[in-house]
């Protein structure tokens, strides 16, 4: 993460002068807040043991399952699909899927299970999702997923909302996002989280979707400029707080995606910037506090220890000791021989490594 940036007062306490005051934001529109700050969806990252973790560094981000289908649902073992622990909330479902009645079915199900919100999938760009006809080909068709998006709100009282590109292929014309927001819309769907890139459905792997298209975001603020009464989110290349709090100028809300996954810390700052909270966690030995009855809990569920600890493996990414924390916690030996105790055997480790450094700078500074 970049350097912690100047301080400015403001009213007592301490905040970034980059934040912006929360009342230009609030200005764009009635649901601001929900969607403020949103951590996305990523396939094979947010599972509920990220959420959980995630939630304890940040109470007010909004959270989102990874894309479930609606065949792996309806048809597979859909208590652990849509298996999360309540400190997770606020958390979203998204769905995959392009069959209205399925997604009824899918979403009905999903907020029976608590969900507060249901989402859409219309920007994964994978062949497997290609060969399933949704995902990002669905913007090709936008009276098809406003028809979905209806058959959902039928079916369910939780906000049902659209995450999406703003663009397919080569397709880069304004008009072509208006287009689909404004049908869509029609139905129901108010809040629209858009991937400021173009899907390239052929020749790019998801990898390179989501860093070779341009990046162009002020398409997502014209959004929000031609469409006051709906509420927008940009998602795609944020990488830091201050230029994910510049966005908030012009469009209602922010979603990160792999910074929360490769630098978990900084969502510890997510409270008090985005929501004038205070944070959760002081510092990340008070994560570690917090996520070792979790993970007691799990193992004794039958969960392997890696499950949980995989997400926490960026947690000290920049600092002295990071490599060590985390050898120790991916090595398969000590997962196996420390169990749910590994957090304090890497704990330990990390000291003992802080030690070894601290007596190294002694020496270093007694020699002539």
Same mark, same amino acid.
């Given at each position: 993460m970049a350097a912690k940036p100047a301080q400015a007062q403001d009213g007592g306490r301490a905040r970034p002068s980059f934040a912006p005051d929360i009342s230009i934001s609030a200005s764009l529109g009635a649901n601001f807040g929900a969607h403020r700050f949103c951590v996305a969806p990523m396939l094979d990252v947010s599972d509920r043991h990220f959420r959980y973790f995630a939630r304890q560094l940040t109470h007010a981000a909004r959270l989102y399952t990874e894309m479930i289908t609606t065949g792996a649902l309806l048809h597979g073992p859909r208590e652990r699909l +849509?298996?999360? @622990? @309540?400190?997770?909330h606020p958390v979203a479902l998204q769905l995959g899927g392009s069959e209205p009645d399925e997604l009824a079915r899918a979403a009905r199900l999903g907020a029976a299970a608590g969900y507060d919100e249901i989402n859409l999938n219309c920007g994964c760009p994978s062949p497997r $999702?290609?060969?399933?006809?949704?995902g990002a080909c669905l913007m090709r068709e936008p009276a098809l997923v406003?028809?979905? $998006?209806?058959? *959902?709100?039928d079916a369910v009282s939780v906000p049902v909302t659209v995450k999406h590109r703003i663009g397919v292929d080569r397709v880069e014309s304004y008009e072509f996002v208006r287009d689909f927001v404004g049908t869509v819309s029609e139905a129901g769907c108010e809040v629209f989280v858009v991937h400021a890139r173009n899907a390239w459905l052929d020749g790019l792997s998801p990898k390179e979707n989501r860093t070779v298209p341009p990046l162009r975001r002020d398409v997502v603020a014209q959004l929000a400029g031609d469409f006051p009464s709906l509420t927008f989110v940009t998602n795609g290349g944020l990488r830091t707080h201050e230029e994910s709090l510049a966005q908030l100028a012009r469009v209602h809300g922010v979603m990160i995606g792999r910074e929360a996954c490769e630098n978990p810390w900084m969502l510890a700052e997510v409270d008090p910037l985005y929501f004038d909270r205070s944070a959760p966690c002081a510092a990340r030995e008070e994560a570690i506090d917090a996520m070792r009855p979790y993970l007691r809990r799990?193992?004794?569920?039958?969960? /392997? /220890?890696?499950?949980?600890? %995989?997400? *926490? +493996?960026? +947690?000290?990414n920049g600092l002295p000791g990071a490599r060590m924390w985390r050898r120790t916690l991916s090595d398969p030996a000590a997962?196996? %021989?420390?169990?749910?105790?590994? +957090? @304090?055997?890497?704990r330990a480790a990390l000291s003992r490594a802080a030690a070894r450094r601290d007596e190294r700078d002694e020496r270093t500074a007694r020699s002539p």
């Open positions: +849509l298996a999360f @622990d @309540d400190a997770e $999702v290609q060969r399933g006809a949704f406003a028809e979905c $998006v209806r058959a *959902m709100r799990q193992v004794e569920a039958g969960e /392997p /220890p890696r499950a949980i600890v %995989r997400h *926490m +493996l960026g +947690l000290f997962l196996d %021989r420390h169990g749910a105790d590994v +957090l @304090d055997y890497a």
